[in-house]
């Protein structure tokens, strides 16, 4: 596609409850980034893949948060039993590789809301 | 862990004005440095990525430049506009790929 697409836009959803957040990188980039903006917290790196990979998962906040991608393409970053401190915009990058010229493109985020 | 600080934390600026934003990190071995702008509710822009090799990028009215030795970096904005309002991130990238990203300095560039 045109750029990176993130869906849903915005997530409403119940404590407790599970949410799958879907990230659509730009065509044939194989990096993919996933990153956290929490109110007055700043972004906060979570996980990335190189094709289907992702070799340090270190970042992801909890063992509720998991992230898998498939065909070296569309990603999803699920969270299980979110928590109101999960409330934050998830932001996805993607770029054309790892190299260190290789520029990252953002997504217009999923905002998600835990109640 | 890598620690990414931008001074100032706001900055205010009548229209046509020259400006500096500065960005320092704690651990010198990075990958690459790069400047995004956000808008209030939307996703980032990049605007200059400097790998570590590089000193300075420029892109129209905008340069930035890095100095691995000492952690710094900063965005040079010149004739600024209205238009330029937004915050400005400066993102480190370390060699596992990680990255981190400094708190922003929110831009106002008055009319």
């Known amino acids: 596609g045109a750029g990176v697409s993130q869906s849903p836009s915005n997530k409403v959803t119940e404590k407790g409850k599970d949410v799958e957040l879907r990230c659509d990188p730009i065509s044939g980039h194989t990096a993919l980034y996933w990153y956290r903006q929490s109110l007055g917290q700043g972004l906060e790196f979570l996980i990335y893949f190189q094709g289907n990979s992702a070799p340090d998962k270190s970042g992801l906040p909890s063992d509720r948060f998991s992230a898998e991608r498939t065909g070296g393409s569309v990603s999803t970053l699920t969270i299980q039993r979110t928590q109101q401190e999960d409330s934050a915009v998830y932001l996805c990058?993607?770029?054309?590789?790892?190299?260190?010229?290789?520029?990252?493109?953002f997504g217009a985020g999923t905002r998600l809301s835990v109640l | 862990k890598q620690e990414v600080t931008q001074i100032p934390a706001a900055l205010s600026v009548p229209e046509g004005e020259n400006l500096v934003l500065n960005c320092s990190f704690t651990d010198s071995a990075i990958y690459n440095l790069q400047w995004f702008r956000q808008d209030p509710g939307k996703g980032l822009t990049s605007l200059l990525l400097?790998?570590?090799?590089?000193r300075e990028q420029t892109s129209g009215r905008l340069n930035a430049s890095l100095d691995k030795s000492s952690g710094r970096s900063t965005l040079y904005i010149a004739a600024s506009q209205p238009g330029d309002s937004a915050t400005y991130l400066c993102a480190v990238r370390g060699n596992n790929n990680d990255m981190r990203f400094g708190a922003g300095t929110r831009l106002t560039v008055k009319p």
């Open positions: 990058a993607s770029s054309f590789g790892v190299s260190a010229k290789n520029i990252q493109y």
């Open positions: 400097i790998q570590s090799s590089q």
